[in-house]
């Protein structure tokens, strides 16, 4: 029988509850993953968090303040020394480094947001279900699609050992090791 053991993680990307939203979307995005546990200042699990819980709150607050300028900018006078460039900007699409709407002008021109006020604590779901390190992936296979989700934490003795998602199945199978 092949063990959750042997297909979890076991070095896991934490985040801590009273994170914002906005560092935790930060978080998922350096790290290039969808979810994380959230553990408490003395490392227990208490909750999951994931990209889904971030749109969901973002949805909900729907409107995005920007500064009152322009996304739609006029047409470049045409240079006759860039006729014939294949690759020229006649629509300025790509910007000086000092424009309005270049990444840091346009996130210095945003209003703080729920991103900014709600913490992880608020979006999370509390862990209700974690599996043991000595399950069967077929039946972790099984919980994660009953469950409809991504990743399943593996605690022992209520600290968090571990973290296995769908990929790392997919990894396992693809590699060989599961049949």
Do not use: C
């Amino acid at each position: 029988m092949i063990t959750v053991r042997s297909v979890m993680q076991t070095d896991v990307v934490t985040v801590r509850p009273e994170a914002s939203v906005r560092q935790l979307a930060r978080l998922l995005a350096d790290e290039e993953i969808s979810g994380v546990p959230v553990v408490d200042g003395n490392g227990a699990l208490v909750g999951v968090v994931s990209s889904t819980d971030v749109v969901r709150l973002a949805a909900e607050e729907a409107e995005v303040h920007v500064a009152s300028f322009s996304l739609r900018p006029e047409p470049a006078i045409p240079d006759p020394e860039l006729d014939d460039v294949p690759d020229a900007d006649p629509y300025g699409f790509f910007l000086p480094e000092d424009s309005p709407l270049a990444p840091e002008g346009l996130l210095n021109e945003l209003e703080e947001s729920e991103l900014d006020v709600r913490t992880v604590a608020d979006i999370m779901t509390p862990v209700t279900f974690s599996v043991e390190a000595d399950a069967s992936v077929s039946e972790l296979a099984g919980f994660l699609v009953r469950g409809r989700i991504h990743r399943a934490v593996v605690v022992e003795e209520g600290l968090l050992r571990g973290i296995v998602t769908s990929g790392d199945i997919l990894k396992a199978v693809a590699d060989g090791r599961l049949s």
